[in-house]
T-cell receptor, first 112, second 116 residues
Framework: LAKTTQPISMDSYEGQEVNITCSHN???????ITWYQQFPSQGPRFIIQ???TKVTNEVASLFIPADRKSSTLSLPRVSLSDTAVYYC?????????????FGTGTQLKVEL | DAGVIQSPRHEVTEMGQEVTLRCKPI?????LFWYRQTMMRGLELLIY????????DSGMPEDRFSAKMPNASFSTLKIQPSEPRDSAVYFC??????????????FGPGTRLTVL
């Protein structure tokens, strides 16, 4: 069963830049790559999305290589409040069709 | 807008009982999604609707699960009969666009289901 994979966890300190990568080898050709943030006991919250190259908004940047088989979420100058689980979301075409598939999630822990 | 509303927030039931989870999407959104989240399997898409019509239910685990969307402002996910392995957090989400144009979904707070 193909998976959309991410590192299980990452640790960082306040003020540092954090880069989280998602591997999605079977991504649907025309679909966006979307990233979400989830705090305990809450639903995921949209962070950023893109189709190719680089996208930047007020909270993050998203880097997508030309083959689109991976993507990297970049959080500049993280703070304690960025401690959360981060997920990528893509359309996966494994086995035919196009199924919305969340990545395995990365627990980010930010310390002082 | 109040966002996506789910009820109940917590449900504890016994094996074999029927469980009904409810969702009210954001007004004007024409896509509605049901997800299940567990430690073992992560976030899984169960089913999604477009304009009240089920589009993809390939994630529904068994015939014990069913979902309906009788109108644009209400959806239910029913499990009958429930089993302990159905214990999970169930999320409802809605969006304006989906797929190549956008995957920006708005999630509800979830329903934590415990089946004893």
């Amino acid at each position: 069963l193909a998976k959309t994979t991410q590192p299980i966890s990452m640790d960082s300190y306040e003020g540092q830049e954090v880069n989280i990568t998602c591997s999605h080898n079977n991504i649907a050709t025309n679909d966006y790559i979307t990233w979400y943030q989830q705090f305990p006991s809450q639903g995921p919250r949209f962070i950023i999305q893109g189709y190719k190259t680089k996208v930047t908004n007020e909270v993050a940047s998203l880097f997508i290589p030309a083959d689109r088989k991976s993507s990297t979420l970049s959080l500049p100058r993280v703070s304690l409040s960025d401690t959360a689980v981060y997920y990528c979301l893509v359309g996966d075409v494994t086995g035919g069709g196009n199924k919305l598939t969340f990545g395995t999630g990365t627990q980010l822990k930010v310390e002082l | 807008d109040a966002g996506v509303i789910q009820s109940p927030r917590h449900e504890v039931t016994e094996m074999g009982q029927e469980v009904t989870l409810r969702c009210k999407p954001i007004s004007g959104h024409d896509y509605l999604f049901w997800y299940r989240q567990t430690m073992m399997r992560g976030l899984e898409l169960l089913i999604y609707f477009n304009n009240n019509v089920p589009i993809d239910d390939s994630g529904m685990p068994e015939d014990r699960f069913s979902a309906k969307m009788p109108n644009a402002s209400f959806s239910t996910l029913k499990i009958q009969p429930s089993e302990p392995r159905d214990s999970a957090v169930y999320f409802c989400a809605s969006s304006l666009l989906q797929g190549r144009r956008s995957n920006e979904q708005f999630f509800g707070p979830g329903t934590r289901l415990t089946v004893l």
